[in-house]
């Protein structure tokens, strides 16, 4: 049996379980409740592995591990960046944004405030952050299936992109939050399981010895003048061609990555699906558990795809590194166990990897539809006199353009790395919602115009950075090849666009003389204990 064959046996069996989920979840979805916070009915324990499953995505599996096996030491900094996120969610927000809120960020930033402004801007920004999001899900589709089928034109990835879209929409429009939840609580459980096996197995051909796996990657996969810069700074960011420019790159990548998940609009929705906030710190500890031995399997992914299958062979197969893992997966298993361990590996990591761009894609438009109908659709445009089965089909539908939106930019986008993309969308995230979400838990004199000051000043600063970057023109690499119109050198723009949210927060703030003592004395207090985190969203 080939790993073509194999690899669209597991995969079906894969959609087929997810499917039969989402039909049971969406026979148990009957209120707003249900549907966009599961009904508050998942323990910690559930909410951990689903907030694993939710944040290990296409990027941390297939593009970490090939921008490490592209880049080393330079590519595995996006492991690190991506797990001391953690630390700040946990720290900053996860509890307090669990006992303020309702079903949305906008639920925290509209108690104290003007609620249509704030919720506009929140409402827009969870958009543009969840479709950067989706469009790194989509390519990371686009390349997987093109490597476990066969498919190399670009027409035959696309289709592949339309097929997950319309998978991911059926999942959000009937399963809501429940479905949605099994979904990525399933696919935590296999992308470990898949992570660990390939782990282990590469250590294993090594004599479990890190040293002597990093030590052939360099050698395989490192400069012929110099192999050892494979394991040193400095192969992507910083060299003499970047000059100053790559190194503040490398420092503004950090930021994004550290600051971007604490206002990751799909993460945030997480914690309201528990009843305590109890449950919110234990859900989030096992998540940064979950996730912490993950990151460190990506090191011995990375390093073992450049060792064993070549730093070469890997941009033969895709030029942005996207498929390393799945390569390495056919490579160890067949040097291990033949070549028909080889394709039963490859088709169980393929199957793996799809089951978390579906799991993930499915989170991302949840989290973007639910903003639009609670936020934007029931509280501005209707100005809160929708009723709960109305919002639910609003959220259906928007879930359905979202998707459709995601999928022609996912088209757009092939030949990314999927971690570079969803670093862009961290850095949009920590400009816009970050920002305004500190200030409003931290700040007692912030009100409605710092908030939309700071949610629209740091979405506008980022994106604006971003369409004049060498991602969209005038490099290799970039969205548009043949055009050059870019004067921002760096490739992500946190470094500029977070201070520039922030500023803008505090500006807006203080040219204002709008101030509610007494809102603020209450949301501390809602904040701190969870009294009354109920009734948040309805003001």
């Known amino acids: 049996m080939s790993s073509t064959t194999l690899g669209m046996i597991l995969f079906l069996t894969f959609v087929a379980a997810t499917l039969g989920i989402t039909f049971w979840a969406s026979r148990q979805t009957k209120t707003a409740a249900d549907y966009y916070a599961g009904g508050r009915s998942f323990s910690g324990v559930q909410n951990g592995l689903a907030i694993g499953g939710d944040y290990m995505s296409a990027a941390s599996f297939l593009g970490i591990a090939g921008i490490i096996a592209l880049s080393g030491y330079d590519g595995f900094l996006y492991s690190i960046g991506f797990l001391v996120a953690w630390l700040v969610a946990l720290l900053l927000v996860a509890e307090l944004m669990r006992n303020s809120g309702k079903f949305t960020m906008a639920d925290v930033l509209a108690f104290r405030m003007s609620p249509r402004p704030v919720r506009t801007a929140a409402g827009v920004s969870t958009i543009v952050v969840s479709i950067f999001y989706l469009l790194a899900q989509m390519v990371g589709a686009g390349a997987l299936v093109g490597l476990l089928l066969g498919i190399t034109s670009d027409a035959g990835k696309a289709w592949t ?52 796996l990093l030590g052939q990657a360099a050698a395989t996969s490192g400069p012929k003048a110099n192999p050892e810069a494979f394991l040193s ?9 970047q000059g100053l420019a790559g190194k503040i790159d490398l420092i503004s990548l950090g930021l994004a990555l550290v600051l ?89 990591i393929g199957a793996v990897a799809f089951a978390t761009i579906l799991a993930v894609v499915a989170g991302l438009t949840l989290a973007s539809s ?151 004395a209450e949301i501390e207090v809602r904040s701190l204990t969870g009294v009354g985190a109920e009734k948040a969203g309805q003001h």
Not at 170 to 181: E, P
Not at 263 to 287: C, E, M, N, Q
Not at 451 to 456: L, S
Request: aromatic residues 10%; hydrophobic residues 55%; glycine residues 12%.
């Open 161 to 212: 992109i339309v097929g997950v879209g319309a998978l991911m929409i059926v999942y959000v429009v009937f399963g809501g939050m429940k479905g949605t939840t099994w979904v990525q609580i399933v696919k935590a459980v296999l992308l470990m399981g898949g992570a660990a096996l390939v782990t282990v197995l590469v250590l294993g051909k090594f004599g479990f010895n890190l040293s002597a």
């Open 233 to 241: 700074p400095g192969l992507k960011y910083g060299t003499e061609a």
């Open 260 to 348: 971007g998940t604490a206002g990751l609009p799909h993460i945030l929705i997480r914690f309201y699906t528990v009843p305590t906030a109890k449950d919110a710190r234990k859900s989030v500890l096992w998540g940064i558990g979950i996730i912490g031995v993950f990151y460190l399997l990506t090191l011995v992914l990375g390093f073992g795809a450049a060792a064993l299958v070549g730093k070469t062979a890997i941009a033969e197969g895709d030029a942005a590194g996207n498929t390393a893992a799945p390569m390495l997966a056919q490579r160890i298993g067949e040097e291990i166990f033949g070549s028909f361990g080889g394709t039963i590996l490859l088709a169980l």
């Open 370 to 520: 639910s903003s639009f109908s609670h936020d934007l659709y029931a509280h501005v445009f209707k100005r809160g006199q929708a009723t709960e089965r109305q919002e639910v089909v609003v959220a259906r539908i928007s879930a359905l353009v979202i998707g459709a939106v995601a999928i022609g930019l996912g088209i757009l986008a092939q030949g990314q790395n999927v971690a570079f993309l969803v670093a862009l969308a961290f850095a949009v995230a920590a400009s816009g919602n970050l920002p305004a979400i500190l200030y409003s838990l931290f700040w007692r004199r912030f009100n409605t115009a710092g908030a939309v000051a700071a949610i629209y000043g740091g979405l506008v600063s980022a994106l604006l950075l971003v369409i004049f970057s060498p991602v969209v023109s005038g490099a290799p690499t970039a969205l548009f090849k043949t055009v050059d119109f870019h004067w921002f050198p760096l490739s992500n723009p946190g470094i500029v666009s977070i201070p520039i949210g922030f500023l803008c927060g505090w500006l807006g703030t203080i040219l204002s003389k709008e101030h509610n003592e007494a809102k603020y």
